[in-house]
């Protein structure tokens, strides 16, 4: 527990160099490759339709991916329940998409409360904290569509005066903090307070005290999620009956990383940062990427349901809540961009920047940039910048196809999470958002 920052980087680059075998290209990214240039002629035949660049909405790939996630915790769970983290991509249309699907829709916001109920939502949490005493309101307005996961005991009494006025019960859990470590200290409260705070509801004949909460993010595996199951294990073990029975859900969030792993740059991620602050960068893996490898679905799902089965349902038998917001979307939106300019043998601007996906991304990320119109299994090395006045409007450093040359369509695949939900006015309009 003592290692410190120097040894636990060292430690991922093993990691990292180990599983991908220091290839430029490993075969799983490969393989995501060939996939969608496939898929080519359909795209450009699809596109013919558009003005670049756009954002491509597939319906289909959602589809498919919120049914895989369901059936792999329902097929281990006797009693679960799902709803889409409306954050992880805010259009409308996949949430109304979702709600299709099956799925409630997690919100964490007054404005996305509203987005909820207009594309039909019937059952909606609404998590965060800080909401203000007008968001509470709306919660209380729709109270049957609407769980409001109670973020501290100040919004507790605050909830229970609008409740109050309004004469209306509402139905409530509330967040756990599940580090007590800097910055993730604001969600929630202290597991070891969960009996106080339900002596606090129980005093409102408005408040319905139901369930609890929490969140870890950036999941690769599901250490974090099942060390805190049993911490809610050992918590409702010393709680008083009323409070183990009230109980009827436990929500465990979502932050489940994508199968294909995180694909990073090594120069300015972590590792390759390290060596640079340490005068080492390795001139050989400068321009490289790695993944950091996340485990499937499956493998969550049989984890955390061995955890839930013997520290959770020994003390209730609740129903267990799922919020998965990355994992479900994130292949599902496509972005495409049109070549303007190759101006140096080694840079390509495009016409779309960094506002349609909000944030400098892909300066530390890293996804595959396809030429669909001179496709080729071959990665070379270029830079793809956007066309904004920024240094910061990079897409990638490498390019995969044949050639690129100006009016060329490239595609940035798998863009659904925390790509369009950022989006920002800045400079260049936003690309039209299309719907297949
Ligand atoms: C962000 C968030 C999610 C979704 O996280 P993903 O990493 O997109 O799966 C779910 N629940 C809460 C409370 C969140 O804050």
Same mark, same amino acid.
């Given at each position: 527990?003592?290692?410190?920052?120097?040894?636990?980087?060292?430690?991922?680059?093993?990691? /990292?160099?180990?599983?991908?075998? @220091?290839?430029?290209?490993? +075969?799983? =990214? !490969?393989? %995501?490759? &060939?996939?969608?240039?496939?898929?080519?002629?359909?795209?450009?035949?699809?596109?013919?339709?558009?003005?670049?660049?756009?954002?491509?909405?597939?319906?289909?790939?959602?589809?498919?991916?919120?049914?895989d996630f369901?059936n792999a915790f329902s097929s281990v769970l006797?009693?679960t329940?799902?709803?889409?983290?409306?954050?992880?991509?805010?259009?409308?249309?996949?949430?109304?998409?979702?709600?299709?699907?099956?799925?409630?829709?997690?919100?964490?916001?007054?404005?996305?409360?509203?987005?909820?109920?207009?594309?039909?939502?019937?059952?909606?949490?609404?998590?965060?904290?800080?909401?203000?005493?007008?968001?509470?309101?709306?919660?209380?307005?729709?109270?049957?569509? /609407?769980?409001?996961?109670?973020? @501290?005991?100040?919004?507790? +009494?605050? =909830? !229970?005066? %609008?409740? &109050?006025?309004?004469?209306?019960?509402?139905?409530?859990?509330?967040?756990?903090?599940?580090?007590?470590?800097?910055?993730?200290?604001?969600?929630?409260?202290?597991?070891?307070?969960?009996?106080?705070?339900?002596?606090?509801?129980?005093?409102?004949?408005?408040?319905?005290?139901?369930?609890?909460?929490?969140?870890?993010?950036?999941n690769?595996n599901s250490d974090?999620q099942c060390?805190?199951l049993?911490?809610?294990?050992?918590?409702?073990?010393?709680?008083?009956?009323?409070?183990?029975?009230?109980?009827?859900?436990?929500?465990i969030?979502?932050?489940y990383?994508?199968e294909?792993?995180?694909?990073?740059?090594?120069?300015?991620?972590?590792?390759?940062?390290?060596?640079?602050?340490?005068?080492?960068?390795?001139?050989?893996?400068?321009?490289?990427?790695?993944? %950091?490898?996340a485990k499937p679905i499956d493998f969550f799902a049989e984890e955390i349901s061995k955890v839930i089965k013997e520290?959770?349902?020994?003390?209730?038998?609740?129903?267990i809540?799922?919020?998965?917001?990355?994992?479900?979307?994130?292949?599902?939106?496509?972005?495409?961009?049109?070549?303007?300019?190759?101006?140096?043998?080694?840079?390509?601007?495009?016409?779309?920047?960094?506002?349609?996906?909000?944030?400098?991304?892909?300066?530390?990320?890293?996804?595959?940039?396809?030429?669909?119109?001179?496709?080729?299994?071959?990665?070379?090395?270029?830079?793809?910048?956007?066309?904004?006045?920024?240094?910061?409007?990079?897409?990638?450093?490498?390019?995969?196809?044949?050639?690129?040359?100006?009016?060329?369509?490239?595609?940035?695949?798998?863009?659904?999470?925390?790509?369009?939900?950022?989006?920002?006015?800045?400079?260049?309009?936003?690309?039209?958002?299309?719907?297949?």
């Amino acid at each position: 527990m003592n290692k410190n920052r120097r040894e636990i980087l060292f430690e991922k680059i093993d990691n /990292v160099f180990r599983e991908d075998n @220091s290839e430029f290209q490993s +075969e799983d =990214l !490969k393989n %995501i490759v &060939k996939k969608h240039f496939d898929k080519s002629s359909h795209y450009l035949g699809l596109l013919k339709k558009y003005q670049l660049p756009l954002y491509l909405f597939e319906t289909e790939i959602l589809r498919k991916k919120a049914a895989d996630f369901k059936n792999a915790f329902s097929s281990v769970l006797p009693n679960t329940c799902f709803y889409f983290a409306m954050k992880c991509n805010n259009h409308p249309e996949l949430s109304r998409a979702m709600v299709k699907n099956g799925y409630g829709i997690d919100v964490s916001s007054g404005v996305e409360l509203e987005t909820a109920l207009s594309v039909g939502a019937e059952d909606i949490v609404f998590s965060g904290p800080g909401k203000r005493e007008s968001e509470l309101l709306t919660a209380i307005l729709n109270a049957g569509k /609407v769980r409001v996961l109670v973020d @501290s005991f100040g919004e507790l +009494e605050r =909830l !229970k005066k %609008i409740a &109050k006025a309004y004469k209306t019960e509402i139905r409530i859990g509330v967040r756990l903090t599940t580090n007590p470590n800097a910055l993730w200290r604001k969600f929630g409260i202290f597991p070891e307070r969960l009996e106080e705070f339900y002596n606090e509801t129980v005093k409102s004949k408005y408040i319905k005290f139901e369930g609890l909460q929490f969140h870890t993010s950036w999941n690769m595996n599901s250490d974090a999620q099942c060390e805190f199951l049993k911490k809610i294990g050992s918590v409702l073990e010393n709680a008083s009956d009323a409070c183990k029975k009230a109980v009827s859900f436990i929500d465990i969030g979502g932050g489940y990383w994508p199968e294909q792993g995180e694909w990073l740059h090594y120069e300015t991620t972590n590792v390759g940062m390290l060596e640079k602050s340490l005068d080492c960068l390795d001139p050989e893996k400068k321009n490289m990427h790695y993944i %950091i490898p996340a485990k499937p679905i499956d493998f969550f799902a049989e984890e955390i349901s061995k955890v839930i089965k013997e520290h959770i349902f020994s003390k209730t038998e609740c129903r267990i809540c799922f919020e998965p917001g990355r994992w479900v979307c994130n292949d599902s939106v496509q972005i495409f961009v049109s070549v303007v300019d190759v101006k140096e043998p080694d840079i390509a601007i495009v016409d779309a920047g960094i506002n349609t996906i909000g944030w400098d991304r892909f300066e530390y990320d890293y996804f595959p940039v396809l030429n669909l119109t001179r496709p080729a299994m071959s990665e070379k090395r270029f830079n793809i910048l956007g066309s904004l006045c920024t240094p910061h409007d990079v897409w990638g450093y490498s390019y995969w196809g044949e050639d690129i040359k100006a009016g060329d369509v490239l595609m940035i695949p798998m863009q659904g999470a925390y790509t369009y939900s950022l989006r920002q006015n800045f400079i260049k309009p936003i690309p039209d958002f299309v719907i297949v």
